[in-house]
T-cell receptor, first 110, second 115 residues
Framework: DAKTTQPNSMESNEEEPVHLPCNHS???????IHWYRQLPSQGPEYVIH???SNVNNRMASLAIAEDRKSSTLILHRATLRDAAVYYC???????????FGSGTKLNVKP | KAGVTQTPRYLIKTRGQQVTLSCSPI?????VSWYQQTPGQGLQFLFE???????NKGNFPGRFSGRQFSNSRSEMNVSTLELGDSALYLC??????????????FGPGTRLTVT
């Protein structure tokens, strides 16, 4: 099974950028990288995904290393509502099967 | 558009019993996946159904089973419950098979407690 490694927790100040790292050294060429987050007492929600190129959407940016063995989720301006557990996930191409890592608990300080 | 709904939200069962959980996906979504979330093991993939067929399966014993109906609604069943089956069971729906990078929409989960 594909594996991801993330720091257990990180802290950020409100309205500052946050960089959440993820290592996935065993990634294969056809694995997609997804990020989901889980707010307290809720199911996970989609944040962003990518394959090889960096990606941007209204929520965040995803920076993927050239060798694809690591990626970084970037929240440009953290808010208190961004406090959640962030999961870096690998998805094998053409298989709807997500391998969740242990996640990073993000704490945002006002 | 209504989100993914799961019933019941909370359940208490006794060891040895069996339980059935239900999931209604977002309208138009044909794929339903099930996950188990525990403090010790985190989020683990159970299985995925698409068009009433199990497409993918995780590493869980045969006591865990599921099915999908023609309207895409899905149920999962756990037989001979063990204390270790206490967990939050999450259901996620997505559009379908042909688009690999579709996002999954998760329900709020069913909290199962086995005593």
């Amino acid at each position: 099974d594909a594996k991801t490694t993330q720091p257990n927790s990180m802290e950020s100040n409100e309205e500052e950028p946050v960089h959440l790292p993820c290592n996935h050294s065993t990634i294969s060429g056809t694995d997609y990288i997804h990020w989901y987050r889980q707010l307290p007492s809720q199911g996970p929600e989609y944040v962003i995904h990518g394959l090889t190129s960096n990606v941007n959407n209204r929520m965040a940016s995803l920076a993927i290393a050239e060798d694809r063995k690591s990626s970084t989720l970037i929240l440009h301006r953290a808010t208190l509502r961004d406090a959640a557990v962030y999961y870096c996930i690998l998805q094998l191409y053409n298989f709807n099967k997500f391998y969740f890592g242990s996640g990073t608990k993000l704490n945002v300080k006002p | 558009k209504a989100g993914v709904t799961q019933t019941p939200r909370y359940l208490i069962k006794t060891r040895g019993q069996q339980v059935t959980l239900s999931c209604s996906p977002i309208s138009g979504h044909r794929s339903v996946s099930w996950y188990q979330q525990t403090p010790g093991q985190g989020l683990q993939f159970l299985f995925e159904y698409f068009s009433e067929t199990q497409r993918n399966k995780g590493n869980f014993p045969g006591r865990f089973s599921g099915r999908q109906f023609s309207n895409s609604r899905s149920e999962m069943n756990v037989s001979t419950l063990e204390l270790g089956d206490s967990a939050l069971y999450l259901c996620a729906s997505s559009l379908g098979w042909t688009e690999v990078t579709y996002e999954q929409y998760f329900g709020p989960g069913t909290r199962l407690t086995v005593t």
